[in-house]
T-cell receptor, first 112, second 115 residues
Framework: NAGVTQTPKFRILKIGQSMTLQCTQD?????MYWYRQDPGMGLKLIYY???????DKGEVPNGYNVSRSTTEDFPLRLELAAPSQTSVYFC???????????FGSGTRLTVV | GQQVMQIPQYQHVQEGEDFTTYCNSS?????IQWYKQRPGGHPVFLIQ?????EVKKQKRLTFQFGEAKKNSSLHITATQTTDVGTYFC???????????????FGRGTQLTVWP
């Protein structure tokens, strides 16, 4: 049982490049989330999804896009990368909206 | 808007000493959750508290939810080097005018334990 799997683990992007962070879960959870974590700043919600085909913005959505075509997958797209997007990105999922979250191991992204 | 404040930001203790981190919300919460993140790792769910005044224990860890469901604490008795990491509280609340709620994370308390 893999839980939440994120790829890649590390990535260096040049300013203006684009990339997709992959997230997949095998627990049949309806709820999925993308967070970014900056040192000393806790976790900030970027986007979330309550089921396939349904997504919504979180606290810091600018510069990102998501899609949810299946229950399992919730990719995060960065368009026109900027240095301010240097961060650690975590994907998470939960069985119910108020349940505890299962986090992936994260993607450490550096934009130079 | 909703805010979850957590203090202290850092705590350094000697092995065997106790440790407490506190969490306060600006609004009444539906539940509060606690997570642990080891250095270089990802947050791991520890526990969820739902009822007013609830107290739960996991070995040396004691979690409390305040009577007003606006504050919470995590207390570790006799810390060990394996307790090192950042402890996050996260309160569940509903967005204003919405039926959909979400977790609001505190900034975390980073615990260092000296052997």
């Amino acid at each position: 049982n893999a839980g939440v799997t994120q790829t890649p683990k590390f990535r260096i992007l040049k300013i203006g490049q684009s990339m997709t962070l992959q997230c997949t879960q095998d627990m049949n959870h309806n709820y999925m989330y993308w967070y970014r974590q900056d040192p000393g700043m806790g976790l900030k919600l970027i986007y979330y999804s309550v089921g396939a085909g349904i997504t919504d913005k979180g606290e810091v959505p600018n510069g990102y896009n998501v899609s949810r075509s299946t229950t399992e997958d919730f990719p995060l797209r960065l368009e026109l990368a900027a240095p301010s997007q240097t961060s650690v990105y975590f994907c998470a999922s939960s069985h119910r909206v108020q349940s505890g979250y299962t986090f992936g191991s994260g993607t450490r992204l550096t934009v130079v | 808007g909703q805010q979850v404040m957590q203090i202290p930001q850092y705590q350094h203790v000697q092995e065997g000493e106790d440790f407490t981190t506190y969490c306060n919300s600006s609004t009444t919460l539906s539940n509060i959750q606690w997570y642990k993140q080891r250095p270089g790792g990802h947050p791991v769910f520890l526990i969820q508290l739902v009822k007013s005044g609830e107290v739960k224990k996991q070995k040396r860890l004691t979690f409390q939810f305040g009577e007003a469901k606006k504050n919470s604490s995590l207390h570790i008795t006799a810390t060990q080097t394996t307790d090192v990491g950042t402890y996050f509280c996260a309160g569940f609340d509903y967005d204003r005018g919405s039926t959909l709620g979400r977790l609001y994370f505190g900034r975390g308390t980073q615990l260092t334990v000296w052997p």
